[in-house]
């Protein structure tokens, strides 16, 4: 089965920059759909961003440009780039793959956890 695993979360000061990456351990291609979530405690996990096999994005509203999403395919990861950190980002960053709605094929990563301190 596919495995996805975040890493480059951390603690950042506010204004901070940090870049996540997931590794698939297979092509990312296999997929409909890439992305990123996050969840802070006592809060609902909430879209960050997603990557489509054909390379559209979405991004949360909330997040202003700050936010990309981009890949590798080469390397079989997904990368997000944070910018301008604020204290409300913190949060456990989850990579997230996709299949086909009909397939029911729905994956996670372990999740990294993003600190932003004020």
Do not use: H
């Not at 089965?1 to 890493?7: A, D, F, G, R």
């Not at 996540?20 to 296999?30: D, H």
């Not at 979405?58 to 590798?72: E, H, M, P, Q, V």
């Amino acid at each position: 089965q596919v495995q996805l695993v975040e890493s480059g979360g951390g603690l950042v000061q506010a204004g901070g920059s940090l870049r996540l990456s997931c590794v698939a351990s297979r092509t990312i291609f296999g997929f409909n759909l890439m992305g990123w979530y996050r969840q802070a405690p006592g809060k609902q996990r909430e879209l960050v961003a997603t990557l489509s096999r054909a390379g559209n994005t979405n991004y949360a509203d909330s997040l202003k440009g700050r936010f990309t999403i981009s890949r590798d395919t080469e390397k079989n990861t997904v990368y997000l780039q944070m910018n301008s950190l604020k204290p409300e980002d913190t949060a456990v960053y989850y990579c997230n793959a996709k299949g086909r709605p009909a397939t029911g094929s729905d994956r996670w990563g372990q999740g990294t956890q993003v600190t932003v301190s004020s």
